[in-house]
């Protein structure tokens, strides 16, 4: 029951920083737009992380796209400011999309 109950435990601390940034997501309308597999009205995560894969400066530029916006990248739909996200957020969720897989 032990080993059970330590296997729990270790399991959702690796799951939670995954969860809180998906969670910060959804609290700053992130998900309205893009979802972790699929493409929505923006690219899906996994096909961000994908692209920026290697990209050593790719956290400052998903986080500089979070803050200001951004268009043409992937296709002709602009993603508009997210003005609910402070800098600190931005990395965060940054961070966060190019971890998706």
């Given at each position: 029951?032990k080993?059970?109950l330590l296997a729990?435990?270790?399991?959702a ?6 969860m809180a940034?998906?969670?910060l997501?959804?609290?700053?309308n ?9 493409k929505?009205?923006?690219?899906s995560?996994?096909?961000v ?11 400052d ?6 803050l200001k ?25 940054a961070a ?6």
């Amino acid at each position: 029951m032990k080993r059970i109950l330590l296997a729990l435990a270790a399991t959702a601390a690796l799951a939670t920083p995954a969860m809180a940034d998906q969670a910060l997501a959804t609290a700053k309308n992130c998900m309205a737009c893009h979802a972790t597999d699929k493409k929505l009205v923006g690219p899906s995560y996994k096909d961000v992380a994908a692209k920026y894969k290697g990209d050593a400066a790719a956290v400052d530029k998903l986080a500089a796209k979070i803050l200001k916006g951004g268009a043409g990248v992937w296709g002709p739909v602009p993603m508009p400011a997210n003005a609910q996200v402070n800098e600190a957020e931005a990395k965060k969720l940054a961070a966060w999309v190019l971890s998706v897989k």
